[in-house]
């Protein structure tokens, strides 16, 4: 008998994770080491969840999505995944022609997805009169000195007293200062309030850290640490509430699938406006 060692291993593709369980049998792992076995397994195992078409010499990989719908569909995502959507009973290769034929729509929207996400999303000059953002609201930028580095709100104004008032680079940490100290007033209420929500799945709570993110809202890891984005503050109570959720209910279903919205349409009713809001900010 040949005794295996299973291995779960997690595959991350932006937030969404997939589980994979591999079995590896035990002469198998004495003979290469552990390394290269388990590259092996993975490349081998990757094949199996996506597909690869090649359009114009560039690589399409998607992944096929099952559920009870009636008609295909495809999304492309800011990070250049695809996915395809298909009714249940659906012939694999009929999937894959119908990804095919839609091979030029989906490079020109990952094209510009890509383009619009790199130099839009969350960046932000710093200089005198930009218009900056707090809790959905916009307000003009105002710097003036002081020793004392601070941030105020007076009427449509963000005003920002620095040591340093021509150095955007101070300017922007000491805005990014203000933003955190203001999420770690007001997210932890929040969090309370998404959490009592799934009080009844009798989960773990999952320890929480704020960050200033690139592209994406949150993450969820699978050991319960969620990560925020401290780019929400510039948005309202509902986007920060969805974000909130969005991650928890990963905590039940860490990836995008049927499953995953079935769950947030019991936990926020209106989120799928809520995403579109968020989407327009992000792209
Ligand atoms: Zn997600």
């Not at 999303?121 to 900056?132: M, W």
């Not at 340093?164 to 990014?176: A, H, I, M, Q, Y």
Request: with cysteine; hydrophobic share 35%; aromatic share 10%.
């Amino acid at each position: 008998m040949v005794n295996s060692i299973t291995i779960k291993l997690a595959i991350v593709k932006n937030d969404s994770l997939s589980y994979l369980k591999l079995d590896i049998s035990e002469s198998f792992y004495i003979k290469y080491n552990m390394q290269f076995t388990l590259a092996m397994e993975y490349s081998r195992l990757v094949k199996q969840l996506y597909h690869s078409i090649n359009y114009q010499n560039e690589e399409i990989r998607f992944e096929i999505i099952y559920s009870k719908r009636r008609t295909f569909g495809i999304k492309v995502s800011g990070d250049g995944s695809v996915i395809a959507r298909s009714p249940n009973n659906v012939d694999e290769t009929e999937v894959i022609t119908f990804v095919k034929n839609h091979s030029k729509w989906i490079l020109k929207q990952r094209r510009l997805l890509i383009e619009s996400r790199s130099d839009k999303v969350f960046t932000q000059s710093y200089e005198q009169g930009q218009l900056h953002r707090y809790l959905g609201n916009e307000y003009i930028l105002k710097v003036s000195f002081s020793k004392r580095r601070g941030v105020n709100l007076f009427e449509k104004s963000l005003i920002v007293k620095t040591p340093k008032p021509d150095e955007s680079k101070d300017v922007e940490r000491t805005l990014r200062a203000f933003y955190k100290a203001q999420a770690q007033q007001i997210l932890p209420q929040m969090i309370e309030k998404s959490w009592s929500k799934f009080k009844h799945f009798n989960l773990d709570p999952p320890e929480y850290k704020y960050r200033f993110l690139k592209r994406k809202w949150g993450t969820c890891r699978i050991d319960g640490l969620i990560t925020l984005n401290l780019e929400l503050m510039k948005e309202d109570m509902d986007c920060i509430e969805y974000v909130i959720i969005h991650e928890m209910c990963h905590l039940l279903v860490p990836n995008h699938s049927k499953k995953f919205y079935d769950l947030m349409d019991t936990m926020l009713e209106n989120h799928r406006d809520i995403e579109d809001r968020l989407d327009k900010i992000i792209i």
